[in-house]
């Protein structure tokens, strides 16, 4: 077992010793404590003891030569137990698991230091476009300045203008780029003469992040069906005076629709669930999250337990939170649990829409406007109240055909009312 | 020109000041015949003689004091505090004193005095004779405060700070004194105090840092720079004016800081540049500011593992770079 023998501290403040004289030669036996050679330092002149019992294998350092603190001066090759001891004292490399290469970490990529934002903003870089070079996954400083050098990751903003500065001498590249830029706002709209800004109200900044990411996240998939609504159409009609009169409620179309569509997520109750990444959760309770609009906001509130309500509860329940919202007193809570979202998009004429899902619910259904029109009944042309009904999917959660038997027992339900239907 | 050790330029500082200026004498213990502990003055009492080189009894309390009355007296003392960690009973002396005069007097009195102290440790030095007290007069206003990495700094600088009007600390890390050699040039120049000097020019991370921690830094930055890893070193040379221009250039340069101190990490330097940092240049930064310094311990063991423990060393200092390389 051969161990390095190092230049010893030989005092404080000293750093180095130049070997004076070597009083062994390769091959001398030398015992612990015994002197090996003479060194000469700022300070001192002193005799370097050897630390082992041992033979002298090798001598590093000449005569002459200055030497670090630290550093090898000679090898001696250890005898007997000392052997053991010395070994254990090398340090065994210890193997670091390396994390596998194929396990991407993107965990910061869409955490932006300072510097990377101001960098992004002042050259017009989307940072989206950017592959980061750093812990997790995350966007450097440089990662962004080499995007500017090779211009790469460039907002539409820019792309434009730079295409247009192509055709342009090198030299002119920067002013004409600032020049083209200037009259545009950030988000690259230009403003004429009497052109209005908006600024972005918190509900409308959240109506606009949640839509972003229902579209982005969900694949949405759409379908339609059109239904015979002229039972429904009379019941209400024979019906609402009364009604109003006996609850003091006036009777829409709503609850009809929203009993149809419980009813029918009963039988189907993939509808009414949740995409959870690793999992669907099918969700218990049946809670309708109901589109209600004011001039300037779209607001859901939510008609919690709606399979335990009957036409009469759930006819309170939408002018509850009808008039809740037109008066801007929702609460959390009436917002707060839906599991399924009807849309009554007829109210305003549509007769056909392609609703965005309130994410991360399963899917959305629209009832659109009941209008009268000729339709073949057995080879006969009739006049009918028919209605479109709407609904887009999470395709991640659904699939056509179990959404289109979903829809067509909606339909079912809705056309069977009858004139002298009970309810 | 010559290449010389950093303890023969604060030699070479003060012998060519006393011989240029009659007014400079220094006085502390065994400055004299012996020629300092250290041997930082030596030959001075030879050619100088007892009246300007004076061996002084073991209080430092009265090597400050003699030598800020001294100073007010148009003198131009430089006291030697045998090791840094012997100046707290000269503390009063300078935070109440020499760094007040001035302001005390509106003007009419001055203290043109500098104190030199080794400090630091990785000598086997132990608890009275390594620590680093840099940061208990940074918070003092009226004090300079200088501490120098190489030779050409330290011999520029002490003649600086001998020739300002105001109280200087003059702070040499001992283990500089034989270890680090470097070019001096013959002829007589100074460094401006309050300058900083960029040691090394870099890419990917800067580090700030003074005294031993330059040259373990620029060893570090060497070995890094085979691992593909481009560093900015800037040595702060003066605390105290510290140079605020020179600090906000190197974060520029790279956004991601470490700020190295062998003095421990609570209350350091380190951190008051780091608040400049965030204060001034939090645009620029690209990675939280980070700090590498002594550990929150009483002081310097005498133990050589728990030494090594203690100090800094370059491969320390590699691996922190390194950290924030990656962020």
Known sequence: MV????????????????????????????????????????????????????????????????????????????????????????????????????????????????????????????????????????????????????????????????????????????????????????????????????????VRRMIANRMVESKHEAPHAWTMMEVDVTGLVELRHRMKKDFQEREGVKLTFMPFFIKAVVDSLKEFPYLNSVWADDKIILKKRINISMAAATDDALYVPVIHDADEKNILGLAKSVQNLAEKTRAGKLEVSDMEGGTFTVNNTGSFGSIQSQPIINSPQAAILSFESIVKRPVVI?????????????????????????????????????????????? | MPVISYIDAVTQALMEEMRRDSCVFVLGEDVGVRGGVFRATVGLYEEFGPDRVLDTPLTESAIVGVGIGAAAYGMRPVAEIQFADFILPAFNQIVSEAARIRYRSNGDWNVPMVIRAPYGGGVHGALYHSQSVEKLFTGVPGLKIVMPSTPYDVKGLLKAAIRDEDPVLFFEHKRCYRLIKGEVPVEDYTLPIGKADVKREGSDVTVITYGLMVHYALQAAEKLEKEGISTHVLDLRTLIPLDKEAVLEAVKKTGKVLIVHEDNKTGGFGGEVAALISEEAFLELDAPVQRLCGPDVPAMPYSPPLEKEFMLNPDKIADAIRELAEF
């Open chain 1, 378 to 423: 057995n080879d006969m042309i009739a006049v009918r109240d028919m209605m479109n009904i709407c609904m887009s999917l999470d395709h991640r959660i659904l699939d056509g055909l179990m959404a289109g038997k979903f829809l067509k027992r909606v339909k079912e339900r809705l056309e069977s009312y009858g004139p002298d239907t009970k309810f």
């Open chain 1, 3 to 202: 161990t390095d023998i190092l230049m010893p501290q030989l005092g404080e403040s000293v750093t180095e010793g130049t070997i004076s004289t070597w009083l062994k030669k390769p091959g001398d036996p030398v015992t612990k404590y015994e002197p090996i050679c003479e060194v000469t330092t700022d300070k001192v002149n002193a005799e370097v003891p050897s630390t082992f019992d041992g033979t002298i294998t090798e001598l590093i350092a000449k005569e002459g030569e200055t030497v670090e603190v630290g550093q090898l001066i000679c090898r001696i090759e250890v005898s007997g137990e000392e052997a053991e001891e010395a070994k254990a004292e090398t340090p065994v490399p210890s193997e670091v698991p390396k994390p596998a290469a194929n396990e991407k970490d993107d965990s910061q990529k869409n955490r932006y230091s300072p510097a990377v934002l101001r960098l992004a903003q002042e050259n017009d870089i989307d940072l989206t476009q950017l592959t980061g070079s750093g812990k997790g996954g995350r966007i450097t400083r440089k990662d962004v300045l080499r995007a500017i050098e090779e211009g790469v990751g460039q907002s539409k903003a820019a792309q434009v203008t730079s295409a247009v500065i192509q055709e342009k001498p090198a030299e002119a590249e920067k002013d004409v780029k600032k020049e083209a830029v200037k009259p545009a706002t950030d988000s690259g709209n230009v403003l004429e003469n009497g052109d209005i800004e908006i600024p972005v109200s918190g």
